[in-house]
């Protein structure tokens, strides 16, 4: 069964840092795209960055510039670097992994980890 644990949320003040990580149980990690989504409250999840097997990073514009992911394949876990938080950026971040086989997709969530942003 896969898993996806995600670690490192908790409380920040406006202005600091935190940096999440999520461990995948996947045999071939390293052939999914993984992402990063949050969900805040009364909203829809929505997506904050993601990076490809490749490498390739794409950023939602509201994280761009404060938000750094990055993946380690031979730990099989994807990171978020985030600075600069604000108020805003409070919600519960989960982590994703996504490919495609044979035009089947196979897509994984882990269980979250609450991001709160507060003085």
């Known amino acids: 069964q896969v898993q996806l644990v995600e670690s490192g949320g908790g409380l920040v003040q406006p202005g600091g840092s935190l940096r999440l990580s999520c461990a995948g149980s996947l045999s071939i990690f390293s052939i999914y795209a993984m992402g990063w989504y949050r969900q805040a409250p009364g909203k829809q999840r929505e997506l904050v960055a993601s990076i490809t097997s490749g490498g390739s990073t794409n950023y939602a514009d509201f994280v761009k510039g404060r938000f750094t992911i990055s993946r380690d394949n031979t730990k099989n876990t994807v990171y978020l670097q985030m600075n600069s938080l604000k108020p805003e950026d409070t919600a519960v971040y989960y982590c994703?992994?996504?490919?495609?086989?044979?035009?089947?997709?196979?897509?994984?969530w882990g269980q979250g980890t609450q991001v709160t942003v507060s003085s």
């Open positions: 994703n992994a996504l490919r495609y086989r044979n035009s089947v997709r196979y897509d994984y």
